[in-house]
C-alpha cells in the first residue's frame, strides 16, 4: 500500500470519527450530561478530516510500469500535456483527476483448446464460403444452359418457319405453273387422270362434248 493510499483510508476513518463523535454528543444531551467542549470536538474532527480528504485527493502515487494522464478542470486543453512519471505526485484537488495506464508488455495465453476452436471455426467458415461459391458456379451453369436451350428452340422455330414459308411459296409456284398448263390445254388434266390408270383397264373416249369414262365391251381373243 502506498501513502496515496494510506492517507485516503485515513480520510475515510476521520469522516466515521466526525460522524461518531456527532452520534455521542446527540446521545449525551438526549440524556442531559452533554458532553464538554462537544462542538469544538465536531469541528475540529471535520476540519482534520477535510485536510485528509483534500490531501489524498492531491496525492497520486504512479507505479513503475505506469504513466499517469491529468485531466485537469483548469487546462486549456483540459489535460496536461506532460504526462505523470512514477513516483508520488501532487495533482490539484478536486480540479483535476489522473488515469492511469499500464506500459508494461502485456503477454496473453491461449489454451489449446481455445486454438483448436478457433481453427475448427476458420475451417468452417472457409468451407462455408467453398459452398456459396459453388452453389454461384452451379446457378450460373444452370442459367446458361437454359440459357442455350431456349436460343436453341428460338433458332428451331425460326428455322421451321422459314422452311414453311419457301414451301408454301414453292406450292404457290407450282400451282400458278399448272393453272397457266391448264389454261392452254384444258383436256390435259383429263389426259393426266388416263395415264394415272392402270396398264390393264381398257376404257373408250367419248367426244369432248360428253367427257364420261366408261368401260369397254369386253373382248374375247379368237382361239
Known amino acids: 500500500m502506498n501513502i496515496a493510499s ?12 466526525v460522524v461518531g463523535v456527532i452520534v455521542l454528543a446527540v446521545v449525551r444531551a438526549t440524556r442531559a450530561k452533554p458532553l464538554k467542549g462537544a462542538v469544538s470536538i465536531v469541528i475540529g474532527t471535520i476540519v482534520f478530516s477535510l485536510v485528509l480528504t483534500a490531501v489524498s485527493a492531491g496525492l ?28 508520488l505526485r501532487w495533482v490539484i484537488p478536486f480540479a483535476e483527476n489522473v488515469r492511469l495506464y499500464s506500459i508494461s508488455r502485456q503477454t496473453y495465453t491461449m489454451s489449446a483448446a481455445a486454438v483448436e ?24 451453369q444452370a442459367r446458361q444452359v437454359a440459357q442455350g436451350q431456349a436460343d436453341a428452340a428460338v433458332i428451331q422455330a425460326k428455322g421451321a418457319a422459314e422452311a414453311r414459308t419457301i414451301q408454301a ?55
Not at 499517469?68 to 512514477?86: E, F, H, I, N
Open 6 to 17: 494510506a492517507l485516503q483510508g485515513l480520510a475515510t476513518l476521520s469522516w466515521l470519527l
Open 60 to 87: 497520486v502515487f504512479i507505479q513503475p510500469d505506469e504513466r499517469g494522464v491529468v485531466m485537469s478542470a483548469v487546462a486549456a486543453k483540459g489535460y496536461r500535456d506532460q504526462t505523470l512519471q512514477p513516483g
Open 117 to 140: 476452436q478457433k481453427q475448427i471455426a476458420e475451417q468452417q467458415a472457409l468451407q462455408a464460403q467453398f459452398v456459396v461459391e459453388q452453389k454461384k458456379q452451379e446457378a450460373e
Open 169 to 223: 411459296e414453292a406450292e404457290a409456284k407450282a400451282l400458278e405453273l399448272i393453272n397457266a398448263a391448264l389454261e392452254g390445254h384444258p383436256n390435259l388434266l383429263t389426259y393426266q387422270y388416263i395415264t394415272k390408270l392402270s396398264p390393264n383397264v381398257q376404257v373408250m373416249f367419248l367426244p369432248n362434248n360428253a367427257p364420261f369414262i366408261f368401260p369397254l365391251p369386253e373382248v374375247t381373243t379368237p382361239q
